[in-house]
């Protein structure tokens, strides 16, 4: 049986997950304000049109130019050198422009948000672009503190910052192990376990369960194409995007 749609044609279920998606990017977060997160998701609409991002995408490597982001002069210079190189080039990100970057003082912590809200935006502007409807307007911040609540379980061991194991988690954190499993991928925003799962609420919904892929083909087969055809295209996409995942 088809999923139901609304009038567009888009999934009821997608609809209803973008719609939390856009209502989390106005909200605090663990460590940015909403008002932080919607400049850091303003800022990642405003890289695609860098000169300097552009030029540097062209060139053999990043950091054979130099330059200043055309950027909309809201959030600190080594926010706004985050935000262009993961939007514009994040096939081409390593440890060293990382470290970098902390040595500059941006936290670890508001690093992987930020990667969060980087990557929700972006999604979300995708689909909207895919079915051809106007960019959204962003919404409005929602007042409020960050929770600021890092994972005393976390450590270095899976990659570039701190992440967290199922066995590690307290009950302070949300399981989204359980939810959405506890392969790397999930692991790796899991600094912030809040941003994993606002994340992954998204994601589910424009790919789909990973954890239950096998016991889930039947439930998906109410999708326009099957799982093997979703995960042929998710593969290509992350060939097209640099992902070394």
Known sequence: MT??????GTR?????????AWQRLARPGTWWTGAERLAIAAETRQADACGLCGARKEALSPNHVEG???SLCVLDDVVVEAIHRIRTDAGRLSSGWLKGLLEQGLEDTHYVELVGVVSTISALDAVDLSMGHQQRALPDPVAGEPTRHRPPGARMGLGWLPTLSADDRTPQEPDFFSKYGDYNVQKAMSLVPDEVMGFFDLDTELYFYERELPQRAEQEAGRAITPMQIEMIAARAASLNGCHY
Do not use: V
Not at 3 to 8: L, N, P
Not at 12 to 20: F, I, N, T, V, Y
């Open 68 to 70: 200043r982001h055309d």
């Open 3 to 8: 999923e139901e749609r609304i009038s567009d």
């Open 12 to 20: 009821k279920g997608l609809s209803a997950a973008m719609e939390r």
